[in-house]
Structures are given as structure tokens and as C-alpha cells.
């Protein structure tokens, strides 16, 4: 169980406000990292200026964002608003991005509201300049709907790419062992079986992750506050399969650094943004955290527990309005 839990963060506009305080970046300002050349701006991904600033003349191989997907978590806006702000943190990543690159996407889809923003981003990505490549579902094990419908287990990573990009199939495989047999073929006088050819035991992703746990509070990488976690493994797998050591990743909104983390473990060098300071304060600590102790998460904790302890305020905050007593 959870000792110290922060609520979610992305409802409570009050408890960020609290905790600014505590946090290393103002507006517009750039977290540059001593040790493997990782950065963390505080900046609207929109900004082309501030995301040059970023990107300081450099070029990525790979992009992973996880906007909020207008429905769920963080503001809802109206489609249209929606895909006319996507269209501007698209583009920036098209002029970030090498002329070989490759981009995922998560997205979501309103099911009760003719599967919005979805549909419309989809159809806005043909004039983006990048090239469709695949569609991938990612298969929650834990689900969420009603009795008169289909359990809700699916979650949406678009892939796009620019030019020829890196794809390290080698690199991509489950953990999952190969348990049908079927086809025979002659290989050199020998009749063999094809799981006897494979060039591993386990089976490949293919565009159906079944492999990947969600995020929830009993996981190591749980981040206590971040409603809106990505797993480190698909994030790792998108890292492996579509980037070298020492290329540069881009990921537009950080929230609890998932694909931070995913690049220090990989060797990758991040430059990561969110709009709001506390989460690129958690963005920082968690990688803080990753190399002091190894652990990914604050499965028991949160960022932010040796200040909350100490102040007052966030204490009787978090006790009146949430009901969480420190
Ligand atoms: C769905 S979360 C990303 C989750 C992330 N993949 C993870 O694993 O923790 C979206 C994040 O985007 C940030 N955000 C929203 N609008 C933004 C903008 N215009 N520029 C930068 N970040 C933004 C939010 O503050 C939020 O932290």
C-alpha cells in the first residue's frame, strides 16, 4: 500500500500551485543535465522558439509523445481546438527531427463521441510531412467500462517516420515463448520446424503489445501525483527499435519522464518539455532517484515527501481536500 500518496495531480491546479515552490524551473527556463547530456524545459511544446532553444541547432532520431488526449485527463478542449494545437507541436517535432527519424504518437479516442480527437488527428497527419507507417494497440490487462459495453483495453500508439529511419528488429522481441508449431520446410536436405528456424524462442510485438503491464500504484515505476503514466517497458521497446545509442530522442510532454528514464537506461540522450513545472520537477527527480537507487518509481512515496512533510500548509491541504494525512 501506498504510505505517503500524492492525489492526481493533472485535476489539481491548487496542489501544483503548492508545490511550485519546490521546483527548479520557472517558465521558459532549461534543465541541462551534468552527466549524459539529458535537458528538461519548462515550456508550451507549441513554441517554436523556446522548442529551438531545446533543441539548440541539434536534430533528434526519434520522437515519443503522449499529448493529453482531450478527454480523459488535463483540459478538454473542442476538436477542432484540439487538432489546430496538434498541428503546431507537430510541426515543431517535424523541424526537430533528422531527416531519418522516425515518431510515435499516443492517442486516445472518445468512443461516446465519434472517436474524437482520433479520427481528426489522423486525417490532420496527411499534411504533417511525415510518412504513415503503423498502428500499434497496446493491450491493458485491467480495463474499464459498463456491463452494457465492451471493457475499454485498448490504448493507441501511432507510428510515423521521415525518410528512411532506423528499425532494430533484432531488438524486438517478448517474453513471450513461440508455443505453435505448424509449417515444416526443407532447409538444406533437412525438413525442420519453424520454430526450430526462428531466429529466438519468443515471439515478436508485431502491432498488438499483449506483453505490457499498465501502470498502477502496486509497480515499482509507479510515479504517486502522474494519472497518466506510460509503462517504461513500451517505452523502452519504442527506444530500442527506432534509435542508436547516443542519438537524441525528443519527447514533448514529460509529465512523470517516462521516456527519460527509458533513454538514460538505453544510453539515448533526452530532451524532454512539459508545459507545468511540477512535472518537470518530477521529471528531474525521478531520473535523480533512477541513479541513486536503481528505482524507477515511489511505489510507497512520492517526489515530493521530504517538503510535504515539512510544510504546513500542502499538509492541512492534502487533509481537508483529500483526506490523505501525512
Ligand atoms: C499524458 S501526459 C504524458 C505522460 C508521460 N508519457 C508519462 O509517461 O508520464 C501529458 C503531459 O503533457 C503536458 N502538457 C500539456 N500541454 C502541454 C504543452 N502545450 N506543452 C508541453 N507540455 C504540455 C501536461 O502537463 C502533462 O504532464
Same mark, same amino acid.
Given at each position: 500500500?501506498?504510505?505517503?500518496?500524492?492525489?492526481?495531480?493533472?485535476?489539481?491546479?491548487?496542489?501544483?500551485?503548492?508545490?511550485?515552490?519546490?521546483?527548479?524551473?520557472?517558465?521558459?527556463?532549461?534543465?541541462?543535465?551534468?552527466?549524459?547530456?539529458?535537458?528538461?524545459?519548462?515550456?508550451?511544446?507549441?513554441?517554436?522558439?523556446?522548442?529551438?532553444?531545446?533543441?539548440?541547432?541539434?536534430?533528434?532520431?526519434?520522437?515519443?509523445?503522449?499529448?493529453?488526449?482531450?478527454?480523459?485527463?488535463?483540459?478538454?478542449?473542442?476538436?477542432?481546438?484540439?487538432?489546430?494545437?496538434?498541428?503546431?507541436?507537430?510541426?515543431?517535432?517535424?523541424?526537430?527531427?533528422?531527416?531519418?527519424?522516425?515518431?510515435?504518437?499516443?492517442?486516445?479516442?472518445?468512443?461516446?463521441?465519434?472517436?474524437?480527437?482520433?479520427?481528426?488527428?489522423?486525417?490532420?497527419?496527411?499534411?504533417?510531412?511525415?510518412?504513415?507507417?503503423?498502428?500499434?494497440?497496446?493491450?491493458?490487462?485491467?480495463?474499464?467500462?459498463?456491463?452494457?459495453?465492451?471493457?475499454?483495453?485498448?490504448?493507441?500508439?501511432?507510428?510515423?517516420?521521415?525518410?528512411?529511419?532506423?528499425?532494430?528488429?533484432?531488438?524486438?522481441?517478448?517474453?513471450?515463448?513461440?508455443?505453435?508449431?505448424?509449417?515444416?520446410?526443407?532447409?538444406?536436405?533437412?525438413?525442420?520446424?519453424?520454430?526450430?528456424?526462428?531466429?529466438?524462442?519468443?515471439?515478436?510485438?508485431?502491432?498488438?503489445?499483449?506483453?505490457?503491464?499498465?501502470?498502477?500504484?502496486?509497480?515499482?515505476?509507479?510515479?504517486?501525483?502522474?494519472? $497518466?503514466?506510460?509503462? =517504461? @517497458?513500451?517505452?523502452?521497446?519504442?527506444?530500442?527499435?527506432? &534509435?542508436?545509442?547516443?542519438? +537524441?530522442? *525528443?519527447?514533448?510532454?514529460?509529465?512523470?519522464?517516462?521516456?527519460?528514464? $527509458?533513454?538514460?537506461? =538505453? @544510453?539515448?540522450?533526452?530532451?524532454?518539455?512539459?508545459?507545468? &513545472?511540477?512535472?518537470?520537477? +518530477?521529471? *528531474?527527480?525521478?531520473?535523480?532517484?533512477?541513479?541513486?537507487?536503481?528505482?524507477?518509481?515511489?511505489?510507497?512515496?512520492?517526489?515530493?515527501?521530504?517538503?510535504?512533510?515539512?510544510?504546513?500548509?500542502?499538509?492541512?491541504?492534502?487533509?481537508?481536500?483529500?483526506?490523505?494525512?501525512?
Amino acid at each position: 500500500m501506498e504510505k505517503f500518496p500524492l492525489p492526481r495531480l493533472d485535476t489539481d491546479a491548487e496542489l501544483r500551485k503548492l508545490l511550485t515552490k519546490y521546483c527548479r524551473l520557472t517558465n521558459g527556463e532549461i534543465w541541462r543535465d551534468p552527466v549524459a547530456e539529458h535537458k528538461i524545459a519548462c515550456i508550451d511544446s507549441t513554441d517554436s522558439k523556446a522548442v529551438k532553444k531545446l533543441m539548440s541547432g541539434k536534430v533528434a532520431a526519434l520522437a515519443i509523445h503522449d499529448p493529453p488526449y482531450n478527454f480523459i485527463a488535463f483540459d478538454e478542449l473542442k476538436e477542432e481546438q484540439f487538432i489546430n494545437w496538434s498541428k503546431k507541436w507537430i510541426k515543431n517535432s517535424f523541424n526537430s527531427l533528422d531527416l531519418n527519424s522516425s515518431i510515435y504518437i499516443w492517442l486516445g479516442a472518445d468512443y461516446k463521441n465519434h472517436f474524437q480527437p482520433f479520427a481528426g488527428f489522423i486525417q490532420m497527419m496527411k499534411q504533417s510531412g511525415f510518412a504513415s507507417r503503423n498502428f500499434i494497440t497496446l493491450r491493458n490487462q485491467r480495463g474499464y467500462g459498463t456491463a452494457q459495453n465492451w471493457m475499454s483495453v485498448r490504448q493507441e500508439l501511432l507510428y510515423y517516420s521521415k525518410g528512411a529511419p532506423v528499425f532494430n528488429v533484432e531488438t524486438v522481441y517478448t517474453d513471450i515463448p513461440k508455443i505453435l508449431k505448424g509449417y515444416y520446410k526443407e532447409v538444406g536436405g533437412e525438413i525442420t520446424e519453424n520454430i526450430k528456424r526462428g531466429k529466438s524462442e519468443f515471439i515478436r510485438p508485431g502491432n498488438v503489445w499483449v506483453d505490457v503491464q499498465q501502470v498502477f500504484y502496486r509497480m515499482e515505476e509507479n510515479v504517486n501525483g502522474c494519472f $497518466a503514466q506510460k509503462p =517504461l @517497458k513500451a517505452i523502452e521497446r519504442i527506444v530500442s527499435a527506432s &534509435s542508436n545509442e547516443k542519438d +537524441i530522442v *525528443i519527447d514533448f510532454f514529460a509529465h512523470s519522464g517516462t521516456t527519460l528514464i $527509458a533513454c538514460e537506461k =538505453l @544510453k539515448r540522450k533526452c530532451f524532454t518539455a512539459d508545459i507545468d &513545472s511540477v512535472f518537470c520537477e +518530477i521529471s *528531474i527527480r525521478r531520473l535523480e532517484r533512477f541513479r541513486k537507487t536503481g528505482k524507477t518509481g515511489w511505489q510507497n512515496s512520492n517526489p515530493f515527501y521530504e517538503e510535504i512533510i515539512k510544510d504546513n500548509e500542502i499538509k492541512e491541504y492534502l487533509s481537508v481536500k483529500h483526506k490523505i494525512n501525512y
